[in-house]
């Protein structure tokens, strides 16, 4: 009698508890696949630049190079987004006659812009009637250009696109040139130096795009105004983007790009009706285990009787 007393309350225990992890299953289940589908997306990003500089300039007086690192109208989102305009940059350089600034660039236009939404970014520079120049040669400019544009355009979902002009006559240490497509273009002016030009360099890849109009790569050596040699790359109109991330697309139980949703939902009319009624898949399990309980209660019952 006590035995069957104390033995009943654990078995009753036991399938409670079992009963209970059962149910609990499914919803960790639903708990730990809403966790997973939660996701991010990437923004897009976009740049744009005038004109950047990496030259080094070596004076005649001193044995150490002078670091000449600017940029002009440089813009980028989504931290900034901007459409600036400049027409003249000048810079300081110790020892450079005298320390008096020089014009590096002058245009007539110097615009830049970077812009971002959810589904596209785009870079884009726009410089018209441009004069470059570096220390040493107040009067005779490295290039003079007409006009020059780059844009990069990057759409979510879609190939990114780069793309790259110059405008009109180019003329490069005095010298009117033809530029060409299929490589470099040299110049060399004795006395003064030698400038190479790469035209139109543009790079793509699933989501990013970049597009340069210009890039020079100077070598001068004028020996006035205290400057012995200049060199150093100068890259005009630079424009880059990176795409926003591809929304993901929304998932349809209904639909057949998901076969496990297809199956649940083509279940049985009775489980459908647990789900209405407040139950779940487990409902059955935890009725079994009910009458389980109740039949090996009756028979302990029925025992003690007949030990009585």
Same mark, same amino acid.
């Given at each position: 009698?006590?035995?069957?007393?104390?033995?009943?309350?654990?078995?009753?225990?036991?399938?409670?508890?079992?009963?209970?992890?059962?149910?609990?299953?499914?919803?960790?289940?639903?708990?730990?696949?809403?966790?997973? %589908?939660?996701?991010?997306?990437?923004?897009?990003?976009?740049?744009?630049?005038?004109?950047?500089?990496?030259?080094?300039?070596?004076?005649?007086?001193?044995?150490?190079?002078?670091?000449? !690192?600017?940029?002009?109208?440089?813009?980028?989102?989504?931290?900034?987004?901007?459409? !600036?305009?400049?027409?003249?940059?000048?810079?300081?350089?110790?020892?450079?006659?005298?320390?008096?600034?020089?014009?590096?660039?002058?245009?007539?236009?110097?615009?830049?812009?970077?812009?971002?939404?959810?589904?596209?970014?785009?870079?884009?520079?726009?410089?018209?009637?441009?004069?470059?120049?570096?220390?040493?040669?107040?009067?005779?400019?490295?290039?003079?250009?007409?006009?020059?544009?780059?844009?990069?355009?990057?759409?979510?979902?879609?190939?990114?696109?780069?793309?790259?002009?110059?405008?009109?006559?180019?003329?490069?240490?005095?010298?009117?040139?033809?530029?060409?497509?299929?490589?470099?273009?040299?110049?060399?002016?004795?006395?003064?130096?030698?400038?190479?030009?790469?035209?139109?360099?543009?790079?793509?890849?699933?989501?990013?795009?970049?597009?340069?109009?210009?890039?020079?790569?100077?070598?001068?050596?004028?020996?006035?105004?205290?400057? !012995?040699?200049?060199?150093?790359?100068?890259?005009? %109109?630079?424009?880059?983007?990176?795409?926003?991330?591809?929304?993901?697309?929304?998932?349809?139980?209904?639909?057949?790009?998901?076969?496990?949703?297809?199956?649940?939902?083509?279940? %049985?009319?009775?489980?459908?009706?647990?789900?209405?009624?407040?139950?779940?898949?487990?409902?059955?399990?935890?009725?079994?285990?009910?009458?389980?309980?109740?039949?090996?209660?009756?028979?302990?019952?029925?025992?003690?009787?007949?030990?009585?």
């Amino acid at each position: 009698m006590n035995g069957n007393h104390i033995r009943m309350p654990a078995r009753r225990l036991a399938a409670v508890a079992a009963a209970t992890a059962l149910a609990a299953g499914p919803a960790a289940l639903a708990t730990a696949g809403a966790a997973h %589908a939660t996701t991010t997306t990437d923004e897009g990003r976009a740049s744009a630049a005038v004109l950047r500089t990496g030259l080094d300039v070596a004076l005649v007086n001193k044995t150490v190079d002078v670091p000449l !690192a600017v940029s002009l109208n440089e813009v980028q989102a989504p931290r900034q987004q901007n459409d !600036a305009q400049q027409t003249a940059l000048t810079a300081h350089l110790d020892g450079v006659d005298g320390g008096k600034p020089f014009s590096v660039l002058r245009a007539d236009v110097a615009t830049a812009k970077a812009t971002v939404t959810s589904t596209k970014a785009e870079g884009y520079t726009d410089l018209a009637h441009v004069r470059l120049h570096v220390p040493g040669l107040p009067l005779l400019s490295v290039i003079e250009v007409e006009g020059i544009t780059s844009k990069a355009t990057c759409e979510a979902g879609k190939t990114p696109v780069a793309s790259s002009n110059v405008l009109g006559s180019v003329t490069v240490l005095g010298k009117r040139v033809t530029l060409t497509a299929g490589g470099p273009t040299d110049v060399k002016v004795p006395g003064v130096g030698e400038v190479r030009l790469d035209l139109s360099k543009r790079e793509t890849t699933s989501r990013t795009a970049a597009a340069t109009a210009l890039e020079l790569t100077v070598s001068i050596n004028p020996l006035k105004l205290n400057v !012995a040699e200049v060199e150093g790359t100068l890259t005009l %109109a630079k424009a880059t983007c990176e795409a926003p991330a591809a929304a993901p697309a929304s998932a349809d139980p209904g639909s057949d790009a998901d076969p496990g949703s297809n199956v649940k939902a083509q279940g %049985a009319p009775a489980k459908a009706d647990l789900a209405q009624t407040g139950g779940s898949s487990v409902t059955p399990y935890i009725a079994g285990g009910a009458v389980v309980l109740v039949v090996a209660g009756g028979g302990a019952v029925a025992l003690a009787r007949r030990r009585g």
